[in-house]
């Protein structure tokens, strides 16, 4: 069982930055591969940004790319989503969330632990 709790969301201007944080409970969260996804109101959950067990390969949505950094630090348990050049269509609940398995990573339904969410808002 992993329980994840996310953090550092917020109200940020278009072209701010925000990191988010996910703190993993457990002695397992090197074992496990790393993802998050946001949903906007109305809409369905989406793939960000994923990163395997031991940070070696990282994995973002294209509407992402080159703006946010997926990195984890496994000895404090810690998964960190770092958005620059904020976007108003950044702006939903983030999650984050954790498997096993490094494969099919931009799935959200093959991830089996999920935080509660943490809500950013980008004005424009």
């Known amino acids: 069982q992993v329980q994840l709790v996310e953090s550092g969301g917020g109200l940020v201007q278009a072209g701010g930055s925000l990191r988010l944080s996910c703190a993993a409970s457990?002695?397992?969260?090197?074992?496990?591969?790393m993802g998050w996804f946001r949903q906007a109101p109305g809409k369905e959950r989406w793939f960000v940004a994923a990163i395997n067990q031991s940070g070696g390969s990282t994995y973002y949505a294209d509407s992402v790319k080159g703006r946010f950094t997926i990195s984890r630090d496994n000895a404090k348990n810690t998964v960190y989503l770092q958005m620059n050049s904020l976007r108003p269509e950044d702006t939903a609940v983030y999650y984050c969330?954790?498997?096993?398995?490094?494969?099919?990573?931009?799935?959200?339904?093959?991830?089996?632990?999920w935080g509660q969410g943490t809500q950013v808002t980008v004005s424009s």
């Open positions: 457990g002695r397992t969260f090197s074992s496990n591969a």
């Open positions: 969330a954790a498997k096993r398995s490094d494969n099919r990573l931009t799935l959200s339904t093959t991830y089996p632990y």
